[in-house]
């Protein structure tokens, strides 16, 4: 009885922190709401372009390239994130961390070599 208890109030802050999740954003936006001044014109209702009327579409494309090389440096990065506390605690770790970062490093150049051979770093 006494561990149906305990998990409970596990639950319970868990639901705790959830409402105030919800609740802190809300009352924050509907607080900034009542506070700000309300003078609507015409003017706030446009585009924004340095205060120049809008003369075309502001929609620009860009080449999806740009998106595959900041999407291969954010797994890069997330790799050195990952690598640092395990270079900190290594000697606390043991061989068993040494083979998992192992596994881990060559599971991303498996990827890196993939990327590479299906040319998708190559930019012509």
Same mark, same amino acid.
């Given at each position: 009885m006494?561990?149906?208890?305990?998990?409970q109030n596990n639950y319970l802050?868990?639901?705790?922190? =959830?409402? *105030? !999740?919800? %609740?802190?954003?809300?009352?924050? =936006?509907? *607080? !900034?709401? %009542?506070l700000r001044p309300n003078k609507p014109s015409d003017a706030k209702y446009t585009t924004y372009e340095s205060g120049i009327e809008p003369?075309?579409?502001s929609r620009v494309q860009f080449n999806v390239r740009y998106y595959i090389f900041a999407l291969m440096f954010v797994i890069f990065d997330v790799e050195t994130v990952f690598l640092y506390p395990w270079a900190v605690a290594y000697d606390k770790l043991g061989i068993?961390?040494?083979?998992?970062?192992?596994?881990?490093v060559i599971m991303l150049l498996i990827g890196?070599?993939?990327?590479?051979?299906?040319?998708?770093?190559?930019?012509n």
């Open positions: 006494e561990l149906l208890n305990v998990y802050i868990v639901f705790a922190f =959830l409402c *105030l !999740g919800v %609740l802190l954003p809300v009352v924050a =936006l509907y *607080l !900034g709401k %009542l003369f075309h579409d068993f961390a040494l083979i998992e970062m192992l596994i881990f890196l070599v993939y990327a590479w051979k299906k040319k998708v770093l190559r930019w």
